[in-house]
């Protein structure tokens, strides 16, 4: 196939078009030298090396041998032609989005050929690229489009923050639409025009750079020049070129020329404190890197033309806190700094037209290695918009003129600190490689506060009040993280939130606050009827943290004198708000509810974390009734008529000693008829290894059914009346003391820790290790001489040596340990005994001493505790039926006269 690089001249190949969307654009010829005369072969080789195709007899006609013009104009003519800009910047580009680095020659010769030869489009080529490990590596395997990946585009390739609205119109669009209009926009074209002119120029000549399409590192970067401690006279050439200098080398009478190109001064320092000399001419070179070793850095840049940036790291660990003070004057764009402990960086610009008003618009802090910044970073300049803050904890103070200004803070791996800024009229926020457990934000002028970025972050917001401005939004909207915000906001503040999980404080708020994705929380801080702007929880679970109060009534409208006047009540809002699935009750203040009135019923759950007693009224099934870490007081629940049904949850335990405590839940019957029985699900809930939820007296209807259900350990005080007790797929430890009257209770696999009452209880244990107590008149109480009300325990376990069993235990002072009946008391029982009553008598008759013993009688194994030592059974001792278990598995470790150990 023939290919034609057109010459200059040649309608619609022209060199000076104006670059499309896929151009390099705006790039000015590298001039680097003599003119010479390019051969045939040559030129062959930069066509293979560019366009990575021979050479053509027009494009050797039109540059071999020219005397006219340098080679490297040749070279460039090439790479900046149409072809380039159509099959090569592009993939250039692509590679930097993509990859984060300058193509290799290999790939982009690859990709070119596809391009050109075989029909691929660019999508088609970019979809090449997200599927490479290396992409994934870099970017994530999701393969989606996510706002962190435009933010990241847009900073790499344009070198700035994207707004909203430019991040909501790529999440519309494919991962290779996404990728290829960021990187080949005419905006990406411009800018990286010169650094894709750069490595074009790097593979004309045989010797490609490496690094980042705006960092490149290659033989072909420049000359290096070293300072001496003589006066120094250098002027660079075209390229990229490089001065090295120390403190001692850089004097007053030296002067440096970078030409063009991008030229480098470094100044490093091996020890004490170092000052740049400010009477040396500077001009032309366009970054400055200072490395110390040593401890402080006065860097004075004033008069340096033709300056961008300006970079101070401080090496020395021992020494990574000696303070540092950059002052620039209308020139760099740029300064950042590693290490520090007070950094002072300003701006000296005299007036606000160009050449004299402030340029230094981004400041780039990081930590360093393990820094101790105890003292402020200010930072004085008009024309601030963005500030890096990179490890570690940073405190940054802005000074600047008033006037229109937005500020990025982007916080990338910082544990915490603050920013003060009160000329800015706009901040944003990303927060990206670590979450940041507190950072405080200070404003005055600000009206809108926007947050991006995927980590968690506690914020502080602060207004100094020194004019009328105030934050009027907040837009978390495309923050993934989530963010809690401790302070209250403002009540004329509009806050929007986006898919992580936000917590916000509100007092009476005006404006509409609206909660994204995650899982949410507003804690209302004062008058929950002060609120008059709207709240939405959004998807997602979504909690509402208000008072303890009654929120029985709803406000009225009355007319007086010819005025309609409105009250609003609590519940008023409570009934408005949209998207909250729990309501959380807080504070000292006693909580009313009435199941009639609450008529919002996107709401499932009520928390209970007061210290006031809970009072619900027309309970219904349809919400569940949870107790909180904090909650102390009681709870008494009057069912709606019909209802029959409660749910109950318990949610304490974050922590290792913390427990949900009610001190009581009664449940009267209202309405209904009397003896009406009553079900309650009860889920034990929480989140630390150790802890327990626990309540006090629970009263129900006798024969009411409790269903226990959850992993966390749960402690009953007792129940109030005879009920049934499920906690069959109970996962957690109970503990539980049953009625007065017939009980029936069933354990889980968690282990449990039982003491059984008055009156006949069956206990069916499970296969977790279970204690089972029993006190005076609990079980086998003697009656006018008649045993009754046996207890009854079924699926006792044995257990072995390496793995212990289940354990009745004997409450009381009394000592004593198993003894087991001999072969002829258990021959006497078998041959002469009817009754259980008689049995008793024979086995207490056998057993010598106080403790237990255990018997069969009628096919059936009881166990016995005495506690006296007589040759009766009679008023305190213990009878137990035990199903499914006989009396030869049994020993000693299986009976105790002491509670058992702890199990919670």
Do not use: C
Not at 458 to 483: P, R
Not at 503 to 509: E, K, V
Not at 552 to 572: C, F, R
Request: charged fraction near 10%; avoid cysteine; charge should be negative.
């Amino acid at each position: 196939m023939k290919y034609t690089l057109s010459r200059p001249y040649q309608t619609g190949r022209g060199f000076g078009e104006e670059p499309t969307s896929h151009s390099a654009g705006g790039a000015s010829l590298h001039r680097k030298g003599m003119t010479m005369a390019l051969t045939a072969e040559q030129l062959n080789t930069v066509y293979q090396n560019v366009l990575f195709r021979p050479v053509d007899p027009a494009g050797i006609a039109y540059f071999a041998n020219r005397t006219d013009i340098s080679d490297a104009q040749v070279r460039q003519q090439i790479e900046l032609s149409v072809e380039a800009n159509t099959y090569v910047t592009p993939i250039v580009r692509l590679y930097q989005a993509a990859l984060g680095r300058v193509p290799d020659v290999g790939g982009l010769q690859f990709f070119v050929g596809q391009l050109r030869d075989n029909g691929f489009d660019y999508t088609g080529i970019v979809n090449q690229f997200l599927g490479t490990p290396e992409y994934q590596a870099r970017n994530g395997t999701s393969g989606g489009v996510t706002s962190q990946l435009v933010t990241n585009l847009y900073q790499d390739m344009l070198g700035r923050t994207p707004a909203q609205s430019e991040i909501n119109y790529w999440l519309t669009k494919t991962p290779a639409q996404t990728l290829d209009g960021i990187a080949n926009s005419p905006e990406s074209a411009n800018r990286n025009a010169a650094g894709v002119v750069t490595f074009l120029e790097s593979a004309a000549v045989g010797t490609p750079n490496t690094g980042t399409l705006n960092d490149q590192v290659g033989p072909n970067s420049g000359t290096t020049f070293e300072l001496t401690t003589g006066t120094d006279t250098f002027v660079g050439a075209a390229t990229n070129d490089t001065f090295v200098a120390t403190g001692a080398t850089l004097n007053a009478f030296d002067s440096i020329d970078g030409g063009a190109g991008t030229d480098t001064l470094t100044v490093t320092n091996a020890s004490g404190a170092l000052t740049l000399n400010t009477n040396a001419t500077i001009s032309n070179v366009e970054n400055v890197t200072i490395r110390n070793a040593g401890t402080t850095v006065t860097a004075d840049v004033s008069k340096y033309t033709g300056l961008e940036t300006v970079s101070v790291e401080q090496l020395s660990t021992a020494n990574i806190n000696g303070a540092v003070t950059v002052t620039t004057k209308a020139n760099a764009t740029s300064v950042s700094v590693t290490g520090g402990s007070t950094i002072n960086i300003t701006d000296n610009g005299t007036g606000t037209t160009a050449g004299t008003a402030d340029t230094l618009s981004t400041v780039s802090i990081n930590g360093g290695v393990s820094p101790t910044r105890t003292n402020l970073v200010t930072i004085s300049s008009d024309a601030l918009t963005t500030l890096n803050l990179t490890n570690e904890t940073h405190d940054v103070r802005v000074n600047a003129a008033e006037g229109t200004r937005a500020l990025a803070v982007k916080l990338d791996g910082v544990t915490g600190g603050s920013v003060r800024d009160d000329t800015a009229t706009s901040l944003s926020l990303n927060v990206v490689n670590g979450n940041v457990p507190t950072f405080t934000v200070t404003t005055d002028a600000a009206t809108a506060l926007t947050l991006t970025g995927d980590k968690a972050i506690s914020l502080t917001l602060n207004d100094t009040g020194g004019n009328a401005a105030k934050l009027a939004t907040i837009d978390a909207s495309a923050y993934t993280g989530g963010v809690t915000i401790l302070s209250t906001l403002d009540v004329d503040t509009a806050f929007t939130g986006g898919s992580g999980s936000d917590t916000i404080n509100i007092g009476a708020a005006t404006k509409a606050i609206a909660l994204g994705a995650g899982d949410d929380n507003i804690v209302v801080t004062g008058t929950l009827s002060a609120v008059t702007g709207t709240i939405d929880g959004g998807a997602g679970t979504d909690q509402l943290t208000v008072d303890g109060a009654d929120y029985t009534t709803a406000g009225t409208s009355t007319v007086v004198n010819g005025q309609t006047v409105t009250t609003v009540t609590g519940l008023d809002v409570l009934n408005k708000v949209t998207g909250i699935e729990t309501v959380e009750f807080t504070g000292s203040g006693d909580v009313a509810l009435n199941g009639t009135t609450f008529a919002n019923t996107g709401v499932t759950k009520f928390l209970f974390n007061g210290a006031g007693d809970d009072i619900i009224t027309n309970a219904g099934s349809a919400r569940t009734y949870a107790f909180g870490e904090a909650n102390s007081g009681d709870a008494s629940f009057t069912a709606k008529v019909g209802t029959t049904t409660i749910n109950l949850s318990y949610e304490g335990g974050t922590t290792g000693d913390a427990t949900t405590d009610s001190l009581a839940v009664t449940f009267n019957t209202g309405a209904d008829p009397a003896g009406t029985a009553y079900t309650v699900n009860l889920a034990s809930n929480g989140t630390a290894e150790t802890g327990s939820n626990e309540t006090g007296v629970i009263t129900l209807t006798a024969g009411s059914t409790i269903n226990i259900t959850g992993a966390h350990a749960l402690v009953v005080d007792s129940l109030a009346n005879a009920e049934t007790v499920n906690a069959s797929t109970f996962t957690g430890a109970l503990t539980l003391t049953g009625s007065a009257g017939n009980d029936t209770i069933t354990v889980g696999t968690g282990g449990s820790n039982i003491t059984a009452g008055g009156g006949a209880d069956t206990i069916n244990l499970g296969s977790g290790r279970d204690f089972v107590k029993f006190g005076t008149n609990d079980s086998g109480v003697v009656t006018d001489g008649v045993v009754g009300t046996i207890d009854t325990v079924t699926s006792f376990t044995v257990g072995t040596a390496a793995t212990p069993g289940d354990q009745l235990q004997h409450v009381g002072t009394e000592a004593g340990s198993y003894t087991a009946i001999t072969a002829g008391g258990q021959t006497t029982i078998n041959n002469t005994t009817t009754t259980i009553t008689a049995a008793a008598t024979a086995a207490a008759a056998d057993h010598t001493g106080i403790g237990w013993t255990a018997f069969s009688f009628q096919g059936s194994t009881y166990a016995l505790y005495e506690v006296a030592d007589s040759a009766t059974y009679g008023t305190g001792d213990h009878l137990v039926k035990l199903v499914g278990v006989a009396v030869a598995d049994l020993t000693a470790a299986n009976f105790a006269s002491v509670p058992g150990p702890a199990l919670i």
